[in-house]
């Protein structure tokens, strides 16, 4: 995809020298040459940068540059250089056309040709763009990884909660049967308690049988009586 800066840039290339006089060159020609341009520039260069050393530090551009091998700028003068130009002190606040000839005089007199400049920029975006896919394919692994590690982690969860409710209803059955033989034990407990309180209430005038349920100790004056 052509990018919009690519034709900022390119649309200031000096007219060949046997070229016609741009003045009466119609414009939409101008800038279709240039468009030309950048397309046959874009096309030069390795749609998939392979990147042969690895990467320290993801956040440091100049480490996706140096891995996937751009070439060395002609004289330095790469597109972050003429960048760095463009918002210097002496250029920042001049016009857009005057920007645009201070460079092409300034590459001029270093012997740098302008579609150098541009494609060393297009060969960084094609590493820009090669690391950003290497990137959202690693986060996309990661992501399908640790999904399928919290899935079995939470059927752990699911299977381990299941055997404790299971255990916590046998424990609760349990307790149940025990309430229920308790009470029926206890049932019985008075009536034969009541049996024997009936048949010695003939012989005593204070009956020294307790009956009902005993949930207290035995009193002072009844344990003496017992005695």
Do not use: H
């Amino acid at each position: 995809m052509t990018k919009k800066w690519y034709n900022y840039i390119i649309s200031i290339d000096e007219t060949p020298a046997d070229a016609p006089n741009t003045a009466s060159a119609p414009k939409a020609s101008i800038q279709k040459s240039a468009s030309q341009s950048v397309a046959e520039i874009a096309a030069s260069v390795a749609a998939e940068p392979k990147f042969t050393n690895p990467i320290a530090d993801p956040s440091s551009f100049e480490d996706i540059y140096r891995a996937a091998v751009i070439p060395a700028a002609p004289q330095g003068y790469s597109i972050l250089k003429v960048a760095q130009m463009l918002e210097s002190d002496r250029i920042r606040s001049l016009p857009s056309d005057v920007k645009k000839s201070s460079i092409l005089l300034a590459l001029d007199a270093a012997g740098v040709n302008i579609k150098d400049v541009i494609q060393d920029a297009v060969q960084r975006d094609r590493a820009l763009d090669g690391y950003e896919r290497v990137q959202e394919r690693a986060l996309n692994e990661l992501e399908t990884a640790k999904t399928k590690e919290n899935n079995q982690i939470q059927a752990d969860i699911d299977k381990y909660v299941t055997e404790q409710r299971s255990r916590m209803q046998i424990n609760s059955d349990a307790i149940s049967r025990e309430k229920e033989r308790f009470t029926g034990w206890r049932l019985k407990k008075q009536q034969e308690e009541k049996k024997i309180a009936d048949t010695v209430g003939y012989f005593v005038t204070e009956n020294p049988i307790t009956t009902g349920e005993q949930n207290a100790a035995p009193t002072s004056s009844k344990a003496s009586q017992r005695s």
